[in-house]
């Protein structure tokens, strides 16, 4: 099996896009890869140069899916540490929240996850504007 096969034997694709690294992990869910110079290298990053060209070196990869174990490259974008820092607290901040913007409570109920968009959307607010 060629490098390329090897790898993508390696993921699985899941509903919301990501694909999934199911071999070897670091603790913080990063996917590890022996890559073609017998060299384990975090895979977000062998797949990232391999389909988006080399990583500018005052670049770090960041998963837009915020899925550490992801591997897709739609969801792998080259940004600056400060803006993965800014994009981390901003997540952190918005996942906190215990209610929307229009006031109503985040609870299993009146909460959606739409394919395809990060974050969660209230479903009261939903039914609203969709009248």
Same mark, same amino acid.
């Given at each position: 099996?060629?490098i390329?096969? &090897?790898?993508?034997s390696?993921?699985?694709?899941?509903?919301?896009?990501? *694909? !999934? *690294?199911? $071999?070897?992990?670091?603790?913080?869910g990063?996917?590890?890869?022996?890559?073609?110079?017998?060299?384990?290298?975090?895979?977000?990053?062998?797949?990232?140069?391999?389909?988006?060209? $080399?990583?500018?070196?005052?670049? !770090?990869?960041?998963?837009? =899916? &915020?899925?550490?174990?992801?591997?897709?490259?739609?969801?792998?974008?080259? !940004?600056?540490?400060?803006?993965? !820092?800014?994009?981390?607290?901003?997540?952190?901040?918005?996942?906190? &929240?215990?209610? =929307?913007?229009?006031?109503?409570?985040?609870?299993?109920?009146?909460? &959606?996850?739409?394919k395809?968009?990060?974050?969660?959307?209230? $479903?009261? =607010?939903?039914?609203?504007?969709?009248?």
């Amino acid at each position: 099996m060629n490098i390329i096969g &090897r790898f993508y034997s390696k993921f699985t694709v899941s509903i919301d896009g990501c *694909w !999934i *690294w199911n $071999a070897s992990k670091l603790k913080s869910g990063y996917g590890l890869f022996t890559n073609e110079h017998r060299k384990t290298v975090t895979a977000h990053r062998w797949i990232y140069e391999r389909t988006k060209g $080399a990583i500018p070196p005052d670049l !770090i990869i960041d998963h837009i =899916c &915020r899925n550490p174990s992801c591997v897709n490259p739609d969801h792998l974008q080259a !940004i600056t540490q400060s803006n993965n !820092i800014k994009r981390s607290l901003l997540v952190k901040a918005r996942s906190a &929240r215990t209610h =929307c913007k229009h006031g109503h409570e985040f609870t299993p109920e009146n909460t &959606r996850y739409v394919k395809g968009q990060r974050g969660r959307r209230c $479903a009261t =607010c939903a039914k609203i504007s969709k009248n």
